[in-house]
């Protein structure tokens, strides 16, 4: 059974960086055709996405998030990281991450095979 579980702060200053970790375990991020993604909820908005990496390593991003977006990932850890520059208080919202077998850019959770939790993160001086 394939788990993910999103990792660090809950807090992040204004104009720095938001970094956050997705763990995976009972499966293999490397895994054939298999893309892993990361998504938010802002407060009373629409779940949004906002990019993907997949098995192979290649990156895709929202457009309006592109300039500002990197997804990376460490198969020796078995997770996936992304990282959001420059933040602002309207980049606040729950983070997820997502995954599975050919699944990406969908904007409903429940159309991924798996599924964090979501942690929230608020951007405030």
């Not at 970094?19 to 298999?34: E, R």
């Not at 990361?38 to 629409?46: D, F, H, V």
């Not at 020796?76 to 050919?102: H, I, M, R, W």
Request: proline fraction near 5%.
């Amino acid at each position: 059974q394939v788990q993910l579980q999103e990792s660090g702060p809950g807090l992040v200053k204004p104009s720095q960086t938001l970094s956050l970790t997705c763990t995976v375990s009972g499966g293999s991020i490397t895994a054939y055709n298999h893309y892993w993604n990361w998504l938010r909820q802002p407060p009373g908005k629409e779940l949004e996405w906002i990019g993907y990496i997949e098995y192979s390593g290649s990156t895709i991003y929202t457009p309006s998030l592109k300039s500002r977006t990197s997804i990376s990932r460490d198969t020796s850890k078995n997770q996936f990281t992304l990282q959001l520059t420059s933040v602002t208080p309207e980049d606040t919202a729950v983070y997820y991450c997502a995954g599975g077998v050919g699944l990406a850019t969908m904007t409903t959770l429940n159309e991924y095979d798996y599924r964090g939790q979501g942690t929230q993160v608020t951007v405030s001086s």
